[in-house]
């Protein structure tokens, strides 16, 4: 059973940053791709950014291009997401994911099959 644990989210003013951290304790994290999602209040999960294994691929969601960075350390078994520049529509509880067993696209919510249990982010105006 793998475990994610999210932390880092909180309350920011527009224009601020934010760091977010996904932990897990699995002795292969290193061998998988993990990605960032995001849900707003009566809205579908939203494809934020994913990282393959080695961090040779990455790829962001057209609403974050340019304002957030997705890495991961290996060695620590974490991935991060740096936001900068946020904007009150970034509001939402954030989501990592592992891809484990399943496979296909990065961007979509059904190739992810271990997810955790998400930290919330709000900006304010």
């Known amino acids: 059973q793998v475990q994610l644990v999210e932390s880092g989210g909180g309350l920011v003013q527009t224009g601020g940053s934010l760091r977010l951290s996904c932990a897990t304790s699995?002795?292969?994290?290193?061998?998988?791709?993990l990605g960032w999602f995001r849900q707003a209040p009566g809205q579908e999960r939203q494809f934020v950014a994913a990282?393959?294994?080695?961090?040779?691929?990455?790829y962001y969601g057209d609403s974050v291009k340019g304002r957030f960075t997705i890495s991961r350390d290996n060695a620590k078994n974490t991935v991060y997401l740096q936001m900068n520049s946020l904007k009150a529509e970034d509001t939402a509880v954030y989501y990592c994911?592992?891809?484990?067993?399943?496979?296909?696209?990065?961007?979509?919510?059904?190739?992810?099959?271990?997810w955790g249990q998400g930290t919330q982010v709000t900006v304010s105006s």
């Open positions: 990282i393959n294994w080695d961090a040779d691929s990455i």
């Open positions: 699995s002795r292969t994290f290193s061998r998988y791709p």
């Open positions: 994911a592992a891809q484990i067993y399943n496979s296909g696209s990065v961007y979509c919510v059904r190739s992810y099959d271990y």
